[in-house]
């Protein structure tokens, strides 16, 4: 795109993806944003583990197979997306789903389309309301052999946007997500989406989408298998802990802290890589 914010435009591609695909919008996805007026933010929209405010199950014995519903962790992309959608400074919310409702329409995926045109009305609430929450724990919950509660979709926004961490690399000073390199591994394929505008702003996006999971079929989505199983006799992982995913992004800044490019990891994560923006963006890429 010729015009328009950097975050607006990487925003634009996650939910292009969302509206094609069911295995992206209960992954885990990642932003980053540098430019001036806006610092170096980093967005962290992993998964988070189920439980809150509920009573510790019983717990498999270590010999015995989890089953999948135990498996379902509590999504945090749209929410985190939304503080980041603060930094686009052009685009309304109902211009950057446009795409993804288009796509949802064309895979006549109803039930995606039904969530993104509610995301588009309501933003973020839409993931504490009934239509979300109802079929996740439908699936999910302690009665169906899983770990979600009512209280784990109620968002806590101080949980997701946090300052970049600054490392000296072989190519200069890198932002990274302070997340980037905690241990953890994801299902699914990686992608990455970057981009730079007129006004000097960059950013730079990496979500997973998954082939095969747990069907959430009112609203034509899966599920990675990412939560962490109870087990009976061990410490059980704190509900809301987020769960480790990979994050192999970066910007790239001068010595002054302007954004100069991105750069991304495709080794780490099979990441593919979309470029959106001016032809000025470097776009740098680790082997």
């Not at 919008?25 to 170096?40: D, E, F, H, K, R």
């Not at 953890?184 to 992608?191: D, L, P, Y």
Request: charged residues 20%; hydrophobic residues 45%; glycine residues 12%.
């Amino acid at each position: 795109m010729s015009s328009g914010s950097a975050v607006g435009a990487v925003l634009a591609g996650y939910f292009a993806a969302v509206g094609a695909f069911p295995g992206v919008l209960l992954g885990p996805v990642s932003l980053l944003v540098a430019g001036i007026g806006t610092g170096a933010r980093a967005i962290d929209g992993r998964l988070r583990q189920p439980g809150r405010e509920a009573k510790r199950p019983k717990g498999r014995r270590p010999e015995e197979e989890a089953s999948v519903a135990s498996r379902v962790a509590v999504p945090t992309s749209v929410p985190a997306l939304l503080v980041g959608h603060t930094y686009a400074w052009d685009h309304r919310l109902a211009g950057v789903l446009r795409v993804g409702r288009a796509e949802a329409k064309r895979e006549a995926a109803e039930g995606r389309l039904e969530l993104l045109e509610a995301i588009a009305s309501h933003g973020a609430a839409t993931f504490n309301t009934a239509m979300f929450v109802r079929p996740l724990l439908h699936a999910a919950s302690p009665q169906q052999g899983g770990l979600l509660s009512r209280a784990d979709f109620i968002t806590r926004a101080e949980d997701i946007d946090c300052p970049a961490v600054t490392e000296s690399t072989s190519l200069g000073s890198v932002l990274r997500a302070p997340w980037a390199n905690q241990p953890g591994e994801a299902a699914g394929v990686g992608h990455a989406l970057c981009a730079v505008d007129g006004a000097g702003q960059l950013a730079a996006l990496c979500f997973r989408r998954v082939a095969e999971g747990i069907e959430i079929p009112e609203l034509d989505l899966l599920a990675p298998e990412a939560a962490v199983p109870v087990v009976h006799g061990e410490p059980r992982l704190k509900p809301g802990s987020a769960l480790g995913a990979p994050a192999p992004i970066a910007l790239v800044v001068d010595e002054t802290g302007a954004p100069l490019g991105a750069y991304a990891e495709p080794n780490a994560a099979q990441l593919d890589v979309a470029q959106f923006g001016n032809a000025q963006l470097r776009l740098v890429v680790q082997r």
